[in-house]
């Protein structure tokens, strides 16, 4: 790709599950004609439907006129198999988590394609290098995570492979522009900068429910710091079983302490607000989370018999460990040059995880604090509960220099 610039005129979209009907919305509302693709014809109908029901919905609302639902819908189009998609800019893969699987349908993808097109996954978490490895243009390759719905928010992370070239991630950036997104350019790791920050937070919250909390609880000091929802409240509106069938997938980390209280939510069927039920009940039709006793009567159960000393956990604990957790490991990213600077992390936190706007994030939240205070209060952490709270390099640097993530 010897070109200076590169733009998307037409797409195609692989899978036509919740987030490929968002995607493909995304790019029709932005101008983009794009090609459908899916191996089951009548998932594909389906999602065109739903694709026409939403422009419908939105019309009602009077959110735009009918000849702008018409002009969408008309740049939308079911394409029969890859063959019929040669042509396309771009491509968005947004089948589900396997790597195998992406893998494949990248290189045919690659065999079938002009040269100069671009080929990106909507993975939330796999190696984007592995991905572009399957291809012979690892330089056209890259990750285009889109937060679900798609269509509805506002985040999206750009992930550069070790190859990609800088003229298909300025070609991203544009097309990001286009959709109206909040585009954050990311480095490969795992998790990206948003699932990789939410690991430790989440870790800490379950880890709550085993040392002594309720789910209720948690959420509570959470949502009254300023998040839309707490960690539990979100699981149940993501779907807690995605998370427990990724690790009965992977073979591994089902037997973790942390998570059995997932798993054993799961094998009731208890799957969140889809199912009725998951760390809370919903009324038929209603997205209202309501207290569920049993739930805490499941967590007692879970936590004493892996040999859990209960204690009382107060609100200023479960804030501690959640945000420090989400300040450590954003510390650790901005060190590894996985995002280039405190703001993207920011950024990415304020548009795809609900933190509080007024807070202006957690790496902001943290100079608010100063830290030097931060630093002291992960070595109190690191003392009391172990080495996962080790302060980051950065941190140490930073706070020794009286300076803060901004300065970076």
């Not at 070790?162 to 070609?171: D, F, I, M, N």
Request: proline share 4%; with cysteine; aromatic share 6%.
């Amino acid at each position: 790709m010897s070109q200076t610039s590169f733009e998307i005129q037409q797409a195609a979209v692989i899978g036509a599950g919740t987030m490929g009907r968002g995607i493909v919305m995304c790019l029709a509302s932005a101008g983009v004609n794009v090609q459908w693709v899916d191996n089951n014809p009548q998932m594909l109908e389906q999602a065109l439907t739903t694709v026409a029901q939403t422009y419908a919905h939105n019309v009602r609302q009077g959110r735009i006129d009918q000849a702008e639902a018409d002009a969408r819908m008309a740049r939308v189009s079911a394409a029969a198999d890859y063959a019929a998609i040669r042509n396309v800019d771009l491509v968005i893969e947004a089948v589900y988590e396997n790597l195998e699987l992406k893998q494949k349908i990248f290189r045919e993808l690659d065999g079938l394609l002009k040269p100069e097109a671009l080929l990106a996954s909507n993975t939330s978490a796999l190696d984007i290098d592995a991905i572009a490895a399957a291809t012979r243009r690892p330089a056209q390759v890259l990750g285009l995570h889109f937060f679900s719905p798609a269509h509805i928010m506002k985040l999206l992370e750009i992930v550069r492979g070790a190859q990609t070239s800088p003229v298909a991630l300025e070609a991203a950036l544009t097309l990001g522009k286009r959709m109206g997104k909040v585009s954050v350019v990311s480095g490969n790791c795992h998790g990206f900068i948003g699932n990789r920050m939410l690991h430790p937070y989440v870790f800490e919250a379950r880890k709550m429910l085993l040392e002594g909390a309720y789910p209720q609880q948690v959420d509570a000091a959470l949502q009254s710091f300023g998040f839309a929802m707490g960690p539990f409240r979100m699981y149940d509106v993501v779907g807690i079983d995605l998370e427990w069938r990724a690790r009965q997938l992977a073979g591994k980390g089902q037997d973790a302490p942390e998570v059995q209280v997932d798993n054993r939510l799961c094998e009731m069927g208890r799957f969140g607000q889809k199912s009725g039920n998951g760390y809370y009940h919903y009324e038929p039709g209603s997205r209202q989370a309501e207290h569920d006793p049993e739930v805490d009567a499941l967590v007692l159960r879970v936590s004493e018999e892996l040999g859990f000393q209960r204690r009382d956990i107060g609100p200023e604990e479960i804030l501690e460990r959640c945000l420090l957790a989400l300040v450590n490991e954003g510390a650790k990213i901005l060190q590894e040059g996985i995002a280039s600077s405190a703001h993207d992390i920011d950024l990415v936190y304020l548009n795809g995880y609900g933190f509080p706007a007024e807070k202006g994030g957690p790496m902001a939240w943290a100079d608010q604090q100063g830290l030097a205070n931060i630093h002291q209060r992960l070595l109190a952490l690191e003392t009391r509960q172990g080495d996962q709270w080790k302060p980051a390099r950065l941190i140490d640097e930073l706070a020794a220099q009286g300076k803060g993530f901004a300065d970076r």
